[in-house]
């Protein structure tokens, strides 16, 4: 069982910067790729980031790609998501997720491969 819990949501400004983090507990958490996901009022979760085991491989979703950086601290049990330059659009809640993997490189964007989840913390970009 591993317990995830999202913190760094925010109320904030189109242009600004957030910081999302992740603390996991239970399992060994360097044995699950992570992920980042959104869903906003009336449409469906959506696939943000995802990175693996060792924190070597990383992915994004179009949107925000040179705009978040998914990172890992595996010592400290945590996932990070850095967001920059904010848009109205990113308002959603923000969920992470873990997936157990052998395999140090492996990571995906189906969030029916995540086998555990946050409760998500609420992101809203104002114009």
């Known amino acids: 069982q591993v317990r995830l819990v999202e913190s760094g949501g925010g109320l904030v400004q189109a242009g600004v910067s957030l910081r999302l983090s992740c603390a996991a507990s239970g399992r060994t958490f360097s044995s699950y790729a992570m992920g980042w996901f959104r869903q906003a009022p009336g449409k469906e979760r959506e696939f943000v980031a995802a990175?693996?085991?060792?924190?070597?491989?990383?992915y994004y979703e179009d949107s925000v790609k040179g705009r978040f950086t998914i990172s890992r601290d595996n010592a400290q049990n945590t996932v990070y998501l850095q967001m920059n330059s904010l848009k109205p659009e990113d308002t959603a809640a923000y969920y992470c997720?873990?997936?157990?993997?052998?395999?140090?490189?492996?990571?995906?964007?189906?969030?029916?491969?995540?086998?555990?989840w946050g409760q998500g913390t609420q992101v809203t970009v104002s114009s």
């Open positions: 997720a873990a997936d157990f993997t052998k395999s140090a490189s492996y990571y995906s964007i189906v969030s029916s491969a995540y086998e555990y």
């Open positions: 990175i693996s085991r060792s924190g070597g491989s990383t």
